[in-house]
């Protein structure tokens, strides 16, 4: 079932939730379209890209592929902009001052930013990643710090399958207790301002959390450490990627969930 029909089933539910939730919940107005672009660029990662673009689809999203030179070029036809990652280095020299602004000025003018996994990174204004001193600098859309992998979780390299405690029901609106999510590498994220929602929480590292949600400017931005847009025992996500995990549920609600509130298609 596609994340816009269970919308439809839980429209009470979410709304209370809303209200106490990520803070505003009125459309700015200020975004041209809801189209929906995934990075698949420079340091980014194909596989993730492949992956995000037909969980959005099943939902029903207008989604495109773009390159750091569709990034740097203009985010005006787009409402949303999903960020892949294997190398938050060689992303950020690939988007440079001029697609940094043009992300920003896409999240500040009422549009959204996801990021998956290792392209959570850059979101942050502080990173560290593989206790490398040098990483360019990052979009800065919160006050706070993203270091990782967090080798608790899977080595170096590596990726595993994790258990996650979902806490914002608003993406979550079937109430499952339990995700089994892919990890490869992504973030501890630790949100200093602007205010955040934790939306799950590492079972294994004492609630630290899986993903957050807040508002950045007029626009919305939801941070993931793993990497809901897979599904590891099912050809549908177009990729081979985490054939050798097994999950006992889709994941793609999550990411489908959190589209739509970034485009304000749920309140």
């Keep these: 079932m596609t994340a816009k029909l269970h919308t439809l ?3 009470a539910v979410i709304s209370l939730l809303f209200a106490v ?15 929906v672009a995934v990075y698949d660029g420079t340091g980014g990662w194909h596989d993730s890209a492949v992956a995000a673009k037909a969980a959005l689809e099943a939902d029903g999203q207008k989604v ?15 409402g949303l902009l999903v960020m892949t990652g294997e190398d938050p280095r060689q992303i950020l ?11 920003l000025s896409l999240v500040e003018r009422g549009g959204g930013f996801i990021g998956l996994g290792v392209g959570s990174y850059i979101a942050a204004d502080s990173i560290s990643w593989q206790n490398l001193p040098e990483l360019g600098t990052p979009l800065g859309l919160y006050n706070g710090l993203a270091f990782g992998p967090m080798v608790t979780l899977a080595p170096p390299g590596g990726h595993a399958m994790v258990s996650i405690t979902p806490s914002y029901d608003l993406f979550n609106p079937a ?4 995700l089994h999510v892919a990890y490869s590498g992504g973030p501890a994220l630790l949100v200093e301002y602007p205010p955040a929602t934790v939306i799950g929480f590492f079972d294994l590292l ?6 957050v949600a807040f508002n950045y400017g007029a626009g919305r931005v939801v941070l993931f450490a793993v990497n809901p847009e897979f599904e590891e025992n099912s ?12 999950d006992p549920e889709s994941d793609w609600f999550w990411l489908q969930y959190a589209a739509e509130w970034c485009l304000y298609q749920i309140q």
């Design 9 to 11: 089933c839980f429209t």
């Design 21 to 35: 939730g990520c803070g505003n919940n009125s459309h700015p107005n200020t975004t041209p379209s809801d189209r």
């Design 64 to 78: 495109n592929l773009v390159d750091e030179a569709g990034i740097q070029d203009s985010l005006t036809v787009y």
């Design 93 to 103: 020299a690939a988007l440079g001052s001029t697609g940094r602004f043009q992300i």
């Design 175 to 178: 109430l499952l207790t339990t």
């Design 206 to 211: 004492n609630q630290t959390p899986a993903g």
């Design 235 to 246: 050809s549908a996500d177009g990729t081979e990627w985490g054939s050798d995990m097994t």
